[in-house]
């Protein structure tokens, strides 16, 4: 990838004499003779280093073996986005000459940065462009092996790239270099998914996305014996603005999250109505940037972390996972969101992974060139992938069961449905039947009392109505008849008479009927469904936090 000299210079900054004489008091000198590694790639504790004298190499992995990715020069310092986050390195450093470092701890870095703001911009920024760059360029020792035809090969692809893991992916219908490397590993192409790290000298087959999390270090240890002061359940819009705002006030957060940061939003290929962004913002982007700033507070993120359970008969709040593990805290934010319904067709879940997809991100996108889709829905998801589609595929038919998109969708992305003319929109339609022989070949559908149309449709976008992510709650907390929960004055006397209310006053209002459990976003009853609100409850519920951990 080609950078201009103004991104070069952000990506690797040389500081100034006086700011880092700044650093000093945080820091201790290091010395290292020629050719002594300082850290290697896949390390976890490791310091963050400023260059005084001499050079220091960073190489990483690359798809033909290790890559040079910089030579830091004195007043340069090492790291990327892992360095806040405590990941496991994607890159190794090495001294050229003898070489003088300043080395700080973490725990002193992260508090420079909450605490300077000159030099926290210099890093955070340094940080997230050098992150960009080993995505960009697949640097990183990961590889992964499958299939466009294969439903778990998407999953992997999507986790890996939502969470911004930088990889080498590999089709065995296209490139050649696949074979040889199964065969490396006495596997053959018809046991794809492969998921190769670590310098490639390990082989997962098929893994879940939480063995992927562990192998790769994405989450730091969580200890079921700690108590947090809030617990964030969930990280798309409306969490991570609870776990920025809580660690930015001093709150101890652990936020838990089931595939990636963004939730529903993080899967749209541009939102261009979020205040400050005029010329728009993908949702892996806002994301991202909001992980960064959580992870900046000192909030501590765990992916493919999945709830499965509140424990709420006890005095301390307990939340269950899927591995068996536990967690606490003195209060919890629900913000599990909602997903999109699924469609009520016969052997749907055939297709799911394998031609029907919930998310248009760069990953389904790439199925679809110059190939005729459907995307299902009138709201504004549906409207942002089918604006996004209809540059890749050839023609994009949106299907609404109702008669247009006025009351459902924002005016803006009306417009650019109704300019496009790679956009058809069908009204009254839904699809009756999916056909296909192991993937998705055939669609039938139906407009109205007409006859029923077959399209030779490989790939469709379902993101219609929405199913709340409560089952794991399981009567702890008041729902709606829809299942989404309820709070503040949306909870009538009845309903607290029957969760048994213990307090003299009200529930607050982002509060559910159990007290000091709040929910925010989608998930809540009555919400708005737009990511602007769903960011504002998040931090306004954490004003609320603290009230109730004063009581």
């Known amino acids: 990838m080609a950078n201009s000299p103004e991104r070069l210079e952000a990506m690797f900054p040389k500081l100034t004499r006086a700011q880092v004489d700044r650093l000093r008091p945080f820091g201790r000198e290091r010395r290292f003779g020629d050719g002594e590694l300082i850290y290697e790639r896949g390390s976890t504790k490791r310091a963050f280093y400023v260059l005084l004298t001499g050079r220091v190499e960073i190489d990483t992995a690359a798809r033909a073996g290790d890559e040079n ?48 703001a000159d030099l926290g911009e210099i890093f955070l920024r340094a940080f997230a462009l050098r992150h960009a760059y080993l995505i960009d360029n697949t640097l990183g020792g990961v590889v992964l092996i499958g299939s466009s035809h294969s439903a778990d090969t998407l999953r992997l692809r999507a986790f890996l790239e939502r969470n911004g893991y930088p990889h080498v992916y590999l089709d065995v219908e296209r490139d050649r270099d696949a074979d040889a490397l199964l065969e490396s590993f006495h596997l053959g192409p018809a046991e794809v998914p492969v998921l190769m790290c670590k310098d490639r000298d390990r082989a997962m087959r098929n893994p879940s996305n939480a063995v992927v999390a562990d192998a790769l270090g994405l989450n730091t240890a969580v200890d ?31 936020a838990l999250e ?162 496009s003319p790679a956009i058809t929109l069908r009204p009254y339609t839904q699809i009756e039947a999916l056909e296909g022989d192991g993937r998705l070949q055939r669609v039938w559908w139906r407009r109205a009392n007409t006859d029923r149309e077959r399209h030779d449709i490989r790939h469709v976008f379902s993101m219609t109505g929405a199913d709340a992510n409560t089952g794991w709650l399981d009567g702890c907390v008041v729902l709606d008849a829809q299942r989404f929960v309820k709070t503040g004055v949306d909870l009538a006397p009845e309903d607290l008479e029957t969760a048994r209310w213990p307090l003299q006053r009200r529930p607050y209002q982002f509060e559910t009927s159990l007290p000091r459990v709040f929910a925010v976003g989608d998930v809540r009853s009555g919400s708005m469904k737009r990511v602007a609100s769903a960011v504002g409850e998040g931090s ?3 004003q609320l936090v603290h009230k109730v951990l004063a009581e």
Not at 104 to 111: C, E, G, H
Not at 233 to 253: K, Q, R
Not at 300 to 307: G, K, S, T, Y
């Open 540 to 542: 306004a519920a954490v």
């Open 69 to 116: 990715v910089t030579m830091h020069e004195p007043g340069e310092f090492t790291g990327e986005v892992d360095m806040i986050s405590g990941r496991q390195s994607l890159v190794s450093a090495r001294a050229r000459g003898s070489t003088a470092l300043l080395e700080i701890d973490p725990a002193d870095l992260r508090r420079i940065i909450q605490t300077d």
């Open 258 to 419: 089931t595939s990636a940061p963004g939730g529903q939003a993080g899967s749209s290929s541009r939102i261009e109505n979020y205040l400050g962004f005029p010329m728009g913002i993908s949702g892996q982007d806002l994301a991202g940037r909001a992980f960064l700033q959580a992870e900046k507070f000192g909030a501590n993120l765990a992916v493919a972390r999945v709830a499965v359970g509140l424990a709420c008969a006890e005095r301390q709040l307990r939340v269950m996972c899927a591995d068996g593990g536990t967690v606490q805290g003195r209060a919890v934010v629900v913000a599990t969101g909602a997903a999109y319904r699924k469609l009520a067709v016969p052997e749907l879940g055939r297709f799911e992974g394998n031609g029907v997809y919930y998310g248009a991100t760069r990953v389904e996108a790439q199925l679809c060139d110059g190939e005729e889709i459907a995307v299902v829905g009138g709201g504004n998801s549906a409207g942002q992938a089918a604006v996004f589609l209809s540059g890749i595929a050839k023609q994009v038919h949106l299907l609404v069961r109702g008669a247009g998109l006025v009351d459902s969708m924002s005016r803006y992305l009306i417009q650019r449905i109704e300019k």
């Open 224 to 254: 079921a014996g700690h108590v947090h002061d809030l617990i964030v359940v969930g990280a798309g819009p409306s969490g991570l603005a609870a776990a920025v705002y809580g660690a930015s006030e001093g709150l101890d957060v652990l």
